[in-house]
């Protein structure tokens, strides 16, 4: 059964930091591409970044980029997005989802996803 479990979220400050984790299992994730995904309180599901398989190439939301990074590491199975300067806008329910064949921002494209982590920043 593949499964993808984010941790990493909490409360902090505008202009802080937080790195959001998500690992992988129950198949090869190498292969994959991987995005994350948010949805804030009363609002639709919102792309945020993605990136492919080997994690040679990126793809971010206009209003992350320079901000987020999001990375890969096929060895451990696990996503990365490092989140700084972050603003009270970013607060939502951040998902981690896979899926195979190249990047998208189209959420309906990713086969697999996490339960989510919640990111709460305050002004």
């Known amino acids: 059964q593949a499964q993808l479990v984010e941790s990493g979220g909490g409360l902090v400050q505008a202009g802080g930091s937080l790195r959001l984790s998500c690992a992988a299992s129950?198949?090869?994730?190498?292969?994959?591409?991987m995005g994350w995904f948010r949805r804030a309180p009363g609002k639709e599901r919102e792309f945020v970044a993605a990136?492919?398989?080997?994690?040679?190439?990126?793809y971010y939301a206009d209003s992350v980029k320079g901000r987020f990074t999001i990375s890969k590491d096929n060895a451990k199975n696990m996503v990365y997005l490092q989140m700084n300067s972050l603003k009270p806008d970013d607060t939502a329910v951040y998902y981690c989802?896979?899926?195979?064949?190249?990047?998208?921002?189209?959420?309906?494209?990713?086969?697999?996803w996490g339960q989510g982590t919640q990111v709460t920043v305050s002004s």
């Open positions: 989802a896979a899926r195979s064949g190249s990047y998208s921002s189209w959420p309906y494209d990713y086969a697999y």
């Open positions: 990136i492919n398989w080997s994690g040679g190439s990126t």
């Open positions: 129950g198949r090869t994730f190498s292969f994959y591409a």
